[in-house]
């Protein structure tokens, strides 16, 4: 069975920072493209964050940029989402997702590109 687990959510004041993992299971991840989204309550699910199956090509959302940092280690088949400097509006459900991607340096952005998804992990920033 194909597994994307997420770890690593919580509560944090504003400017602090969190880790969030994604370990994967039932087929190896190392090839994918991967993203980070996040969800708030009455809002679109929206790619903060996407890293092409190579590891050479990162996309950030404007919102994130320079805050956030996407990585993945192929060995582990896990990927994370480095969250500095964290404000209010960066509260939401946050997911990850895989893709296999036509060609190595592919980043996707898109919802639909995605065809597997972990559970979620909840993050709160308090002002």
């Known amino acids: 069975q194909v597994q994307l687990v997420e770890s690593g959510g919580g509560l944090v004041q504003a400017g602090g920072s969190l880790r969030l993992s994604c370990a994967a299971s039932?087929?190896?991840?190392?090839?994918?493209?991967m993203a980070w989204f996040r969800q708030a309550p009455g809002k679109e699910r929206e790619c903060v964050a996407a890293?092409?199956?190579?590891?050479?090509?990162?996309y950030y959302a404007d919102s994130v940029k320079g805050r956030f940092t996407i990585s993945s280690d192929g060995a582990k088949n896990t990927m994370y989402l480095q969250m500095d400097s964290l404000k209010p509006e960066d509260t939401a459900v946050y997911y990850c997702a895989a893709a296999v991607p036509l060609y190595s340096t592919a980043i996707y952005t898109n919802f639909g590109q995605y065809s597997y998804w972990g559970q979620g992990t909840q993050v709160t920033v308090s002002s």
């Open positions: 039932g087929r190896t991840f190392s090839r994918d493209a």
């Open positions: 890293i092409s199956g190579s590891g050479g090509r990162t």
